[in-house]
């Protein structure tokens, strides 16, 4: 079993689908369903503690209310951004979307870019 060491929180099953077909190294993609429990969020900080964790919400009112819920609760997520005219992760583009995973250095399929 390969040990994965990068984890992808995103909103929902949609972005999760999005995102793994353009991801060319093993990433644990995570969907939130767009809100969390403090219980929920705890067992992840729990399951991620010593893993790469990236948060990619969409840039909309619930996204940046999970944004910052995850600054708080999991201080050392890095966080990453679409640009705001998109709006969803699932609507972006994929030429969009695979720049801000390689700028992350997650590894992408080059058709891709």
Known sequence: MIEVEKVIIVEGKSDKKKIATLIKEPVEIVCTNGT???SK?????????DKEVYVLVDADEAGEK???QFKREFPHAEHLYIDRSYREVATAPVQHLAS????????????YL
Do not use: H
Request: no cysteine.
């Open 100 to 111: 801000v995973l390689l700028g992350a250095d997650i590894d992408i399929y080059t058709e």
């Open 66 to 68: 999970l944004r910052k």
């Open 36 to 38: 969390i429990s403090l």
């Open 41 to 49: 969020l705890d067992d992840m900080i729990e399951q991620f503690f």
